[in-house]
Nanobody, 123 residues
Protein backbone atom coordinates (compact mmCIF):
# COMPACT_ATOMS: atom_id res chain seq x y z
CA UNK A 1 0.00 0.00 0.00
CA UNK A 2 1.12 3.52 -0.70
CA UNK A 3 -0.47 6.81 0.29
CA UNK A 4 -0.26 9.90 -1.91
CA UNK A 5 -0.81 13.54 -1.01
CA UNK A 6 -0.66 16.41 -3.50
CA UNK A 7 0.29 20.00 -2.72
CA UNK A 8 1.08 23.21 -4.56
CA UNK A 9 -2.22 24.01 -6.23
CA UNK A 10 -3.70 27.49 -6.24
CA UNK A 11 -4.86 30.45 -8.29
CA UNK A 12 -2.58 31.89 -10.97
CA UNK A 13 -2.97 34.22 -13.92
CA UNK A 14 -2.65 32.96 -17.47
CA UNK A 15 1.00 32.70 -18.45
CA UNK A 16 2.08 32.01 -14.89
CA UNK A 17 3.58 28.91 -13.28
CA UNK A 18 2.78 26.45 -10.52
CA UNK A 19 4.72 23.54 -9.08
CA UNK A 20 2.72 20.57 -7.88
CA UNK A 21 4.26 18.01 -5.56
CA UNK A 22 3.10 14.52 -4.70
CA UNK A 23 4.46 12.96 -1.50
CA UNK A 24 4.33 9.18 -1.24
CA UNK A 25 4.37 7.23 2.00
CA UNK A 26 3.94 3.60 2.91
CA UNK A 27 5.46 0.85 0.81
CA UNK A 28 7.75 3.17 -1.11
CA UNK A 29 10.50 0.58 -1.53
CA UNK A 30 8.55 -0.81 -4.47
CA UNK A 31 9.23 0.82 -7.80
CA UNK A 32 6.20 2.67 -9.04
CA UNK A 33 5.18 4.37 -12.22
CA UNK A 34 3.83 7.76 -11.18
CA UNK A 35 1.29 9.79 -13.05
CA UNK A 36 -0.62 13.05 -12.97
CA UNK A 37 -4.22 13.36 -14.10
CA UNK A 38 -6.66 16.25 -14.05
CA UNK A 39 -10.41 16.61 -13.95
CA UNK A 40 -12.34 19.74 -14.85
CA UNK A 41 -15.96 20.20 -13.70
CA UNK A 42 -18.33 18.01 -15.67
CA UNK A 43 -15.51 16.27 -17.52
CA UNK A 44 -13.69 12.97 -17.27
CA UNK A 45 -10.37 12.52 -15.52
CA UNK A 46 -7.69 13.01 -18.16
CA UNK A 47 -4.05 11.97 -18.37
CA UNK A 48 -1.47 14.73 -18.03
CA UNK A 49 1.95 13.12 -17.53
CA UNK A 50 3.69 9.98 -16.27
CA UNK A 51 7.20 8.89 -15.36
CA UNK A 52 8.95 5.54 -15.16
CA UNK A 53 11.98 4.80 -17.33
CA UNK A 54 10.78 7.66 -19.53
CA UNK A 55 8.47 10.61 -19.28
CA UNK A 56 5.17 10.89 -21.11
CA UNK A 57 2.88 13.85 -21.70
CA UNK A 58 -0.47 14.52 -23.22
CA UNK A 59 -0.11 16.68 -26.33
CA UNK A 60 -1.74 19.77 -24.82
CA UNK A 61 0.96 20.15 -22.14
CA UNK A 62 4.09 19.18 -24.10
CA UNK A 63 6.68 21.94 -23.86
CA UNK A 64 4.89 23.57 -20.92
CA UNK A 65 4.79 20.91 -18.19
CA UNK A 66 7.64 18.81 -16.81
CA UNK A 67 7.31 15.73 -14.61
CA UNK A 68 10.21 14.65 -12.41
CA UNK A 69 10.83 12.49 -9.36
CA UNK A 70 13.09 12.52 -6.33
CA UNK A 71 13.36 8.91 -5.18
CA UNK A 72 15.28 9.87 -2.04
CA UNK A 73 12.38 12.08 -0.94
CA UNK A 74 9.62 9.85 -2.38
CA UNK A 75 8.16 12.78 -4.28
CA UNK A 76 7.01 13.46 -7.81
CA UNK A 77 6.83 17.01 -9.11
CA UNK A 78 4.81 18.50 -11.94
CA UNK A 79 6.25 21.86 -12.99
CA UNK A 80 3.62 23.76 -14.94
CA UNK A 81 4.63 26.80 -16.97
CA UNK A 82 2.78 29.04 -19.42
CA UNK A 83 -0.49 28.08 -17.81
CA UNK A 84 -3.74 28.58 -19.69
CA UNK A 85 -7.32 28.90 -18.45
CA UNK A 86 -8.05 25.48 -19.96
CA UNK A 87 -5.54 23.98 -17.53
CA UNK A 88 -7.99 24.72 -14.71
CA UNK A 89 -8.89 21.45 -12.98
CA UNK A 90 -8.36 19.32 -9.93
CA UNK A 91 -4.99 17.63 -10.36
CA UNK A 92 -4.48 14.10 -9.05
CA UNK A 93 -1.32 12.15 -8.41
CA UNK A 94 -1.46 8.41 -9.09
CA UNK A 95 0.80 5.39 -8.67
CA UNK A 96 0.96 1.82 -9.92
CA UNK A 97 3.42 -0.86 -8.77
CA UNK A 98 4.66 -1.55 -12.29
CA UNK A 99 7.79 -0.12 -13.84
CA UNK A 100 7.77 -1.51 -17.37
CA UNK A 101 8.10 0.90 -20.26
CA UNK A 102 4.82 2.41 -21.32
CA UNK A 103 2.87 5.63 -21.01
CA UNK A 104 0.29 4.40 -18.48
CA UNK A 105 -2.07 7.06 -19.82
CA UNK A 106 -5.32 5.47 -18.68
CA UNK A 107 -6.70 6.10 -15.21
CA UNK A 108 -7.47 2.38 -15.02
CA UNK A 109 -3.74 1.65 -15.11
CA UNK A 110 -3.27 3.05 -11.60
CA UNK A 111 -3.98 1.54 -8.21
CA UNK A 112 -3.36 4.44 -5.86
CA UNK A 113 -4.62 8.02 -5.94
CA UNK A 114 -4.18 11.18 -3.95
CA UNK A 115 -7.14 13.37 -2.90
CA UNK A 116 -6.30 16.03 -5.51
CA UNK A 117 -5.32 19.69 -5.50
CA UNK A 118 -7.18 22.52 -7.23
CA UNK A 119 -5.46 24.53 -9.96
CA UNK A 120 -7.27 27.61 -11.22
CA UNK A 121 -5.89 29.73 -14.06
CA UNK A 122 -7.55 33.09 -14.58
CA UNK A 123 -7.63 34.84 -17.95
Amino acid sequence: QVQLVESGGGLVQAGGSLRLSCAASGRTSTRYTMGWFRQAPGKERDFVAAINYNTYYTDSVKGRFTISRDNAKNTVVLQMNSLKPEDTAVYYCAAVARYSRGSYSSSGDYDYWGPGTQVTVSS
